[in-house]
């Protein structure tokens, strides 16, 4: 299963399982929220992670996915942009 996270340093991470190390998960991709100044980049950039796991999960539709992080408000706002980028 493909994971779209968000790290405790406003980083989004997508990750997959690790088919050789039990419990860890090896990272696809990073976009660092702490390296923009919010606004039209901040959009950006949540439309570039939502797009890019989109793009995974089209590829490899048997994998599935997941959004999680510590903020209800963040994973429902990511949830939605993936699901937008999926239609």
Do not use: C, Y
Request: charged fraction near 20%.
């Amino acid at each position: 299963m493909f994971k779209l996270s968000e790290t405790l340093g406003k980083t989004w991470v997508i990750t997959l399982p690790n088919s050789e190390e039990r419990h860890w998960e090896t990272q696809l991709a990073e976009f660092d929220f702490e390296a923009v100044d919010g606004g039209k980049a901040e959009g950006a950039l949540i439309l570039a992670a939502a797009h890019s796991l989109a793009a995974l999960v089209r590829s490899f539709p048997e994998r599935g996915w997941e959004v999680t992080s510590h903020i209800p408000a963040h994973r429902a706002a990511m949830t939605a942009a993936v699901e937008s980028a999926l239609a």
